[in-house]
């Protein structure tokens, strides 16, 4: 009897303990830490200005292709003291030639010819005839880049005592070519006349890949170039020689 008793006595003790168990309230679980309010704060206007500055690098870069597309070339009534050409781009020198031939103007200066190009090859790809190469086209040797450019055709023209000149150049390189030439030459009256030998369109110029790289490039390099004159740093390198030397054709 007593070992019945005493295995009730457990029966009873286990009952009364999952009993307890049962009527103990669950333990919450702890409540998740939350970020800090000012982490959304910060980066909130942070994402909204990354965005607006996205979305203003499109607007530009599409207005600027779209401008670029809409360039053409003036019809020059008055002749100007000289024709620039900067070199870099397809038919530019052959274009300024032209305008030479034309009477636009009584001289050509040739801005950033590559030193190793000798006036032979040159007096070649130009389309001019010797004598005209002879008497009216001046060479410059000494530009590396745009910036050169503009270095090197303001001595030239400040030598010649130029007042206007006629700047020839691709449609997509005006914009900067004018803005690199405006900062070296501010008392000379600049003409341009972008050269059209470009694929660019208003209407299909995205669609080619070769055409959209090209101006991705230079509204880069554009963008640049204001950023840097806005800052007023000054670009080195730009130049072959710290004084600009330029060669009279065939001399």
């Known amino acids: 009897m007593e070992n019945n008793d005493h295995d009730i006595d457990q029966t009873t003790d286990t009952m009364e303990q999952q009993d307890a168990a049962i009527d103990a309230p669950e333990e919450e679980p702890a409540p998740k830490k939350r970020k800090s309010s000012w982490v959304g704060w910060i ?29 053409k070339a003036p019809d020059i009534s008055e ?14 020198i052959t274009e300024a030639v032209s305008l030479l031939k034309d009477g636009k103007a009584n001289r050509l200066f040739i801005s950033g010819v590559n030193p190793n190009i000798s006036d032979n090859e040159l007096l070649r790809v130009s389309g001019a005839d010797k004598a005209l190469f002879d008497c009216c086209i001046d060479i410059g040797k000494d530009a590396k880049d745009t910036i050169g450019n503009g ?21 997509y390189h005006m914009r900067r070519s004018l803005l690199e030439l405006n900062s070296a030459t501010s008392d000379i009256e600049l003409i341009a006349y972008p050269v059209m030998n470009s694929e660019v369109k208003t209407e299909n110029w995205y669609k080619d890949t070769p055409t959209l790289r090209t101006l991705i490039n230079e509204f880069a390099k554009l963008n640049l170039a204001y950023f840097r004159k806005y800052v007023g740093v000054e670009m080195a390198g730009n130049l072959y020689s710290e004084q600009v030397v330029t060669k009279q054709a065939g001399v």
Do not use: H, M
């Open 151 to 171: 270095k090197e055709i303001a001595q030239w023209a400040s030598e010649q005592n130029y007042k206007t000149l006629i700047v020839v150049t691709n449609n």
């Open 79 to 92: 002749k100007s003291d000289a024709i620039v050409v900067l070199t870099g781009g397809k038919s530019r």
């Open 43 to 71: 980066w909130t206007p942070i994402a909204l200005v990354l965005l607006l500055a996205i979305g203003a690098s499109i607007g530009g870069f599409v207005r600027f292709a779209e401008d670029v597309a809409n360039l």
